[in-house]
C-alpha cells in the first residue's frame, strides 16, 4: 500500500510548497485531508504527477482550515465524490461540502473506507477553539497497521491504543500530526514511551507535533524514525 505526503510544513524539494496542515495520497485515490491552501497543494499535485480526476474518495480528518484549503476545488472538480466526515462536523462545514454536490458519509468506529482502509470514527479532542470532532485512518497491510492522524487533538498515544484495541496485528507505522507541538520534554517522552510499550515499530511524525518533538523521535527511534516531507513515498 502506497502513501505520499502532497502537503505538509516541510518539503523535500524547492519544486513544492510547503505550508501549514496536511495531505496524503493513499494507493492513488483516496485522499485524506487537503492542506491550508488549494493553489499550493494542486502545484503539488502536479509536481507529482496527481491529476484530480483520479482522486475517487475523500477523508476529513477535522474542519480546521488547514485541513480543508484544497478541498472545495477538489470537490468542484469531481462532483459526486465521495465525502467522508465526521457526525459533530459543524452544519455551516457539511452544508458546504453538500453545495458542491459531495457523496456524504457520517463515519463510525471502524467502518471501511476502502480495501484494508478504514476509518477510526470520531473521537473528541481539545483544541483552541474548543472541542473537535476528528478522525484518523488506518491501514492494514503485511507489514501491520499504519495509523494516519491529522491532528490528533484527542491525543496520538490513544488513538493508537485504540487502533491497537481493534486491529489483530501490529502497528507498523504511525504517520501525521501528533499535537504534541507545546508539550514539554518530559511529557514528549512518556508520550514516546508510550509508543515503544505499545510495540510500534516505525513513526513519521509530521505538521503539529513540533521539530522539538519530531527530534525526540528521531532520537528515540533511529533508523526507524522516516522524514515524512511534501513530496515522500511510502510503502507500507
Same mark, same amino acid.
Given at each position: 500500500m502506497n502513501i505520499r505526503i502532497l502537503f505538509d510544513n516541510r518539503k523535500q524539494d524547492k519544486g513544492y510548497f510547503a505550508g501549514w496542515g496536511v495531505s496524503y495520497l493513499i494507493d492513488g485515490h483516496i485522499l485524506f485531508d487537503a492542506g491550508e491552501n488549494e493553489d499550493m497543494l494542486f502545484h503539488n499535485m502536479r509536481s507529482m504527477s496527481v491529476k484530480p480526476e483520479e482522486i475517487t474518495k475523500i477523508v476529513v480528518s477535522h474542519e480546521h482550515w488547514d485541513h480543508i484549503g484544497g478541498l472545495w476545488r477538489l470537490l468542484a472538480h469531481n462532483p459526486g465524490m465521495p465525502a467522508y466526515?465526521?457526525?459533530? &462536523?459543524? $452544519?455551516? #462545514? =457539511? !452544508? =458546504?461540502? @453538500? $453545495? #458542491?454536490?459531495?457523496?456524504?458519509? #457520517? @463515519? %463510525?468506529? #471502524?467502518? %471501511?473506507?476502502?480495501? !484494508? &482502509?478504514?476509518?477510526?470514527? %470520531?473521537? =473528541? /479532542? +481539545? $483544541?483552541?477553539? /474548543? +472541542?473537535?470532532? %476528528?478522525?484518523? *485512518? &488506518? *491501514?492494514r497491510s503485511e507489514k501491520g497497521t499504519t495509523v494516519i492522524t491529522g491532528c490528533a487533538h484527542n491525543g496520538i498515544a490513544d488513538i493508537v491504543a485504540s487502533v491497537r484495541e481493534r486491529m489483530p496485528e501490529p502497528v507498523y507505522l504511525v504517520l501525521g500530526g501528533f499535537h504534541t507541538l507545546d508539550l514539554p520534554p518530559s511529557v514528549l517522552r512518556l508520550v514516546i514511551k508510550r509508543f515503544r510499550e505499545m510495540g510500534v515499530t516505525k513513526v513519521a511524525p509530521t505538521h503539529c507535533t513540533g521539530m522539538e518533538a519530531i527530534q525526540l523521535f528521531k532520537e528515540a527511534y533511529g533508523s526507524d524514525f522516516i522524514e515524512a516531507l511534501v513530496g515522500t513515498n511510502l510503502e507500507v
Open positions: 466526515i465526521c457526525p459533530g &462536523v459543524s $452544519s455551516e #462545514f =457539511k !452544508d =458546504k461540502i @453538500v $453545495s #458542491f454536490g459531495a457523496d456524504i458519509t #457520517f @463515519v %463510525e468506529p #471502524f467502518m %471501511e473506507v476502502d480495501r !484494508d &482502509v478504514y476509518t477510526t470514527g %470520531e473521537t =473528541k /479532542g +481539545m $483544541s483552541r477553539y /474548543g +472541542m473537535i470532532p %476528528e478522525q484518523a *485512518l &488506518v *491501514l
